[in-house]
Structure formats: C-alpha cells, structure tokens
C-alpha cells in the first residue's frame, strides 16, 4: 500500500512552458485534491475531484487545469507556466465518510515546481 | 466559508518544556477540525482530529487539543517537547454540516523549534 504518490519530485519550468504533475492513490479514496503550499500562506486549494469524472475548483484554480479519467488517478496540469506559480504541490485524498479514518486527508509528498 | 488564525507564525521552546499552538475558526457552520505536522522537505501527516463527542483529543506524539466551540479555538498542546517535535504545524477546518467535508481550509502555520 503506497498510500499517495507524486512524480516528479523537483521540476524545474522556463515561463510558458506546460507540464503535468501526477498524483495516484491506491486506497480507493473518492475524493482527491491539489493544494499549494507558498511561506506564509499555508496550504491553499486549487482544484478537487469527487470521483471520476467529476471535478471542481478550488481557491486558486487559475492557470491549472485537471481532469479525473479514474478513480486512482488525478493529474494537475499547468497550461502555461508562470514564475507565480513556483510552489510546493502536495496532492491528497480522502475518504470521506464516517469511521476511524473518517474525513481524514492522506497527503502525497509534494512536487517542488520552480518556473524561471 | 471557513478561515483558519495560528496566533503565532513562530514558536521557540526550550526541551522538556510545554508547548501550545493556538487555532482560531471561523464558520457559519459545524466544523471538522485537524493538526497537521510537517518536518522539513515531507509532507503533511495527521497528528489529531475532531469530529464530534469528547472536546479533548489526543494524538500521536504526545500532541492534544482541545475543542472550545464558545471560544471557536482547537489550541495543540504537549506538555514536554523533544527536538525531533521541530516541525511546521498547521491548523485545518472542513464543513462538518455535509456535502464538502473533503475540501480543508489551512492556517498559515506555526514553526515549531525545539532548542536543547
């Protein structure tokens, strides 16, 4: 069980250049998440999913888009990049329903995205 | 909408010390209420969570926190820190009243340091 995993770990990104961060989760979650994380800031939402085929934005989905083909499976995609957007990316999942593990977000290790 | 206060963006505490790290909320609606720790260069781990029953929850760690719905606060507490307690920790809220559960909003976080 790997739990939730990020590729790549560190990237770096020339300003317009596009790429995609994966995340896969092998816990059968239905829900899955990107958040960044900036100093100072905490993490903030950019975009979740609910199940496959069913996504929405979150507090700051500008320049990223995603799409949920799968249940394991949640891409973050950044169209176009922009120095605004060097961060940390952590993706999550969760369950979501009641029991020990009940509403609790399983982080991946996060993406380190640097755009010059 | 929820929003998340940390207090203090930074701690110093001596080893063997007591430590709290305040949490305040903001919610027009019943919350679920969570600690994260982050050590240097990981990811997001889940130190406690409130649900519902019992104000006072314990962790891993040592950690606690306590649950004040008048005073709208879930302050973390230990009474006796080690170094390897040195961490990031953040405060997080979702709505408990149904429907996006799965969507945390974060403090900014607190830097924990642990001095010999």
């Known amino acids: 069980n790997a739990g939730v995993t990020q590729t790549p770990k560190f990237q770096v990104l020339k300003t317009g250049q596009s790429m995609t961060l994966q995340c896969a989760q092998d816990?059968?979650?239905?829900?899955m998440s990107w958040y960044r994380q900036d100093p100072g800031m905490g993490l903030r939402l950019i975009h979740y999913?609910?199940?496959?085929?069913?996504?929405d934005q979150g507090e700051v989905p500008n320049g990223y888009n995603v799409s949920r083909s799968t249940t394991e499976d949640f891409p973050l995609r950044l169209l176009s990049a922009a120095p605004s957007q060097t961060s940390v990316y952590f993706c999550?999942?969760?369950?979501?329903?009641?029991?020990?593990?009940?509403?609790?977000?399983?982080f991946g290790p996060g993406t380190r995205l640097t755009v010059t | 909408a929820q929003s998340v206060t940390q207090l203090d963006s930074q701690v110093p505490v001596f080893e063997e010390a007591p430590v709290e790290l305040r949490c305040n909320y903001s919610?027009?609606?019943?919350?679920?209420l969570f600690w994260y720790v982050q050590y240097p260069n990981q990811g997001l781990q889940l130190l406690l969570k409130?649900?519902?029953?019992?104000?006072l929850v314990k962790g891993i760690n040592g950690f606690e926190a306590e649950f004040n719905k008048s005073q709208t606060s879930f302050h973390l507490r230990k009474p006796s820190v080690h170094i390897s307690d040195t961490a990031e920790y953040f405060c997080?809220?979702?709505?408990?009243?149904?429907?996006?559960?799965?969507?945390?909003?974060f403090g900014k976080g607190t830097l924990l340091t642990v001095n010999p």
């Open positions: 999550a999942s969760s369950y979501g329903g009641p029991g020990l593990a009940g509403y609790e977000q399983y």
């Open positions: 816990m059968n979650h239905e829900y």
């Open positions: 999913s609910v199940g496959a085929g069913i996504t």
């Open positions: 919610s027009s609606v019943s919350v679920y």
């Open positions: 409130y649900l519902s029953g019992s104000t």
């Open positions: 997080a809220v979702s709505d408990a009243s149904g429907g996006s559960n799965y969507k945390l909003t």
